[in-house]
Nanobody, 128 residues
Framework: QLLLVESGGGLVQPGGSLRLSCAASVIISDYYVIGWFRQAPGKEREGVSCIASDGVGTEYRDPVKGRFTISRNNTQNMVYLQMNSLKPEDTGVYYC?????????????????????WGQGTQVTVSS
């Protein structure tokens, strides 16, 4: 059974960087789309980015375009989210989630309901 564990969150000043990691317990290459989502206090969970099961196709939601980069290491069953130029509005709990879509070349982080398996989340706080 697929389990996801996020790590890498923390407190960072505005303009700083963090790299989040999502460790999968089984092989995800070619089988799962992996998405990153976040939830700020008092707000609904929203999509941030995703990477297709082919490891090539990606999507970024508008608030993070040009600042965040998603990548995956299929050998280690890891997915990463490099976050640069962080802003206070990036604060929240960040989750990775999996969507069973073998051999996909596209993905979307807009539809949370597609993602059935979720990690426990990691807190990111951007504050001076």
């Amino acid at each position: 059974q697929l389990l996801l564990v996020e790590s890498g969150g923390g407190l960072v000043q505005p303009g700083g960087s963090l790299r989040l990691s999502c460790a999968a317990s089984v092989i995800i290459s070619d089988y799962y789309v992996i998405g990153w989502f976040r939830q700020a206090p008092g707000k609904e969970r929203e999509g941030v980015s995703c990477i297709a099961s082919d490891g090539v196709g990606t999507e970024y939601r508008d608030p993070v375009k040009g600042r965040f980069t998603i990548s995956r290491n299929n050998t280690q069953n890891m997915v990463y989210l490099q976050m640069n130029s962080l802003k206070p509005e990036d604060t929240g709990v960040y989750y990775c989630a999996a969507d069973w879509t073998p051999r996909s070349t596209l993905c979307t982080a807009q539809s949370l309901g597609r993602y059935r398996l979720w990690g426990q989340g990691t807190q990111v706080t951007v504050s001076s």
